[in-house]
């Protein structure tokens, strides 16, 4: 089971799209393990965006980034570093694919509602900057072990 991170950002946050957003990655199968909502931090946006850092836009995003709150979600599934990147789409709102979170919804490449981590590295880095270990339940045990007791109604 793999794991990945996935913020809703402040302005798909005030445009009221959580539930849009969680509904597509569910309706593709994927487990939602870890889920909050937060105002980032200076530090935590530089963190996340450190490899920007050299860029004309790294202001511009950090401004955006810790304007509103967003929404934090640590997803499991097969291969879902890649399958969360598929649903949300390209950067540049103008070249993702219709029927992408990005194609469907967003405004421009700052307010493009959604970051995904591009890489399982990426995520295992980004998933700390947002969670303790303690926050992030676990689907990955068959259903025969999880269950514990039998029904009796």
Do not use: W
């Not at 996935?6 to 939602?32: A, T, Y």
Request: charge should be positive; include cysteine.
């Amino acid at each position: 089971m793999e794991r990945t991170l996935l913020l809703i950002k402040p302005d798909g946050v005030m445009r009221g799209l959580l539930g849009e957003v969680i509904s597509r990655i569910e309706r593709k199968g994927l487990k939602i393990a870890g889920l909050k909502i937060l105002k980032l931090t200076k530090d935590q946006g530089e963190s996340l965006y450190s490899i920007h850092k050299a860029k004309e836009f790294y202001p511009r995003l950090i401004r955006h980034m810790t304007s509103a709150p967003v929404a934090a979600l640590v997803i499991e599934g097969p291969d879902c570093v890649r399958a969360v990147r598929r649903i949300v789409g390209s950067t540049n709102p103008q070249e993702a694919t219709p029927g992408s979170i990005r194609g469907d919804l967003a405004l421009n490449t700052t307010e493009n509602v959604v970051h995904a981590a591009d890489s399982v590295e990426s995520a295992e880095y980004e998933i700390k900057i947002f969670f303790k270990p303690d926050e992030i339940l676990s689907y990955s045990k068959p259903a025969a072990e999880s269950r514990h007791h039998t029904s009796t109604g």
